[in-house]
């Protein structure tokens, strides 16, 4: 079955510094995707990242970088120079892309930016 | 807009009472699922659709929820005898239906039982 754990349930930092995001997964399945997705206060989950699991290349995207580790199981979430807009929940979520392609997301990382 | 629309976005209802909420996924988007949040979780999968046919439920969801996606567009979620218990943020995503792809959210609608 699959799981998601997002062990860091609050994390505080200042404004400028950098923080990451960690997030560990389970499944039995050789073909998966992982994503993030961003939470603000006003509610709707943003998509940040869809990586699958033959691709574990890190990515960054302007101050966001991801790190994917298949041997350590982990897709850790880097923001670099955090900024106060970067206040939000953090879901990270496993998809075993099965017939029916449901998400297991993990119980969020909540990031407070403060200025 | 072009985004997955919801609504309502907030609902109070007393319990016993039937609510209904709608919908609307991204147009090209052939599948629609429904999630259900609870503060300090992350959102439970529900169902979902391809096109019009309801593929697959959770056990999440009692006989007194329901959901339909007539014509393969909107989709519409019902829950009969609502209780305290099933206060929560519904929400609708949707995707092109190809495996493991994005989906896309809506921004949800809030259901508090009295």
């Known amino acids: 079955a699959q799981k998601v754990t997002q062990a860091q349930t609050e994390i505080s930092v200042v404004e400028k510094e950098d923080v990451t995001l960690d997030c560990v997964y389970e499944t039995r399945d050789t073909t998966y995707y992982l994503f993030w997705y961003k939470q603000p206060p006003s509610g709707e989950l943003v998509f940040l990242i869809r990586r699958n699991s033959f691709d574990e290349q890190n990515e960054i995207s302007g101050r966001y970088s991801w790190n994917f580790q298949k041997s350590t199981s982990s897709f850790n979430f880097t923001i670099t120079a955090s900024q106060v807009v970067d206040s939000a929940v953090y879901f990270c979520?496993?998809?075993?892309?099965?017939?029916?392609?449901?998400?297991?997301f993990g119980a969020g990382t909540r990031l407070t930016v403060k200025p | 807009d072009t985004g997955v629309s919801q609504d309502p976005r907030h609902k109070i209802t007393k319990r016993g009472q039937n609510v209904t909420f709608r919908c609307d996924p991204i147009?090209?988007?052939?599948?629609l699922y429904w999630y259900r949040q609870t503060l300090g979780q992350g959102p439970e999968f529900l169902t979902y659709?391809?096109?019009?046919?309801?593929?697959?439920k959770s056990r999440l969801l009692s006989d007194r929820f329901s959901a339909e996606r007539p014509k393969g567009s909107f989709s519409t979620l019902e829950i009969q005898r609502t209780e305290q218990g099933d206060s929560a943020m519904y929400l609708c995503?949707?995707?092109?239906?190809?495996?493991?792809?994005?989906?896309?959210f809506g921004p949800g609608t809030r259901l508090t039982v009295l």
């Open positions: 979520a496993l998809s075993e892309g099965g017939a029916n392609n449901d998400m297991r």
């Open positions: 659709f391809q096109n019009e046919a309801q593929l697959e």
């Open positions: 995503a949707s995707s092109l239906g190809g495996r493991g792809d994005t989906q896309y």
């Open positions: 147009s090209e988007h052939n599948r």
